[in-house]
């Protein structure tokens, strides 16, 4: 369980610091969105797949694999990443929401208290990612101050859930 605390303390403080990066610096985040992402996503997604050891869950190794493929798209295609960013962001909120959901019933089936908060943040993320998609040409800032906040949301849900399986 120390491996997993840490596992998601690492994760959360990624997250968090990746927002608050975004947040400070708008108009350099939108030159450099893709950049930015797809570094957060290549260790992210490294660390996702570290989780299959701790875990044993196949999810964290699809999802990681996901992540470092995401990521290494916007780090070697910068030119293209701009197009694609709203895209590329929607599909991983939506492979992270689906991944999300899918574990809360898992964990709901299986008597886990607080399943439903795994519930509801899968189900926001995939809203945020059908969102993204269906406008995908509207202000950059405006999506980058919502995905600043939606990284810092989940990295403090993270470093909350490193605490919670602490206990």
Not at 86 to 95: E, K, N, T, Y
């Amino acid at each position: 369980m120390k491996s997993l605390r840490m596992n998601l303390w690492v994760t959360g403080g990624i997250l968090i610091v990746l927002g608050f990066l975004m947040m400070r610096y708008p108009i350099e985040a939108i030159l450099s969105a893709g950049m930015i992402l797809g570094v957060g996503l290549i260790v992210s997604g490294v660390n996702q797949i570290s989780g299959w050891h701790w875990l044993g869950l196949r999810r964290f190794i699809v999802m990681g694999v996901i992540d470092v493929i995401a990521g290494l798209i916007l780090v070697i295609q910068p030119g293209i990443s701009a197009f694609l960013l709203p895209f590329v962001i929607g599909l991983w909120f939506f492979s992270a929401g689906m991944s999300r959901t899918c574990a809360a019933f898992w964990l709901g089936g299986a008597d886990v208290p607080g399943w439903w908060l795994i519930l509801v943040s899968g189900i926001a993320m995939i809203a945020f990612a059908v969102l993204m998609c269906a406008a995908p040409l509207s202000s950059t800032f405006s999506v980058m101050m919502i995905l600043s906040g939606v990284l810092i949301a989940s990295g403090v849900l993270a470093v909350i859930e490193g605490f919670v399986i602490s206990r």
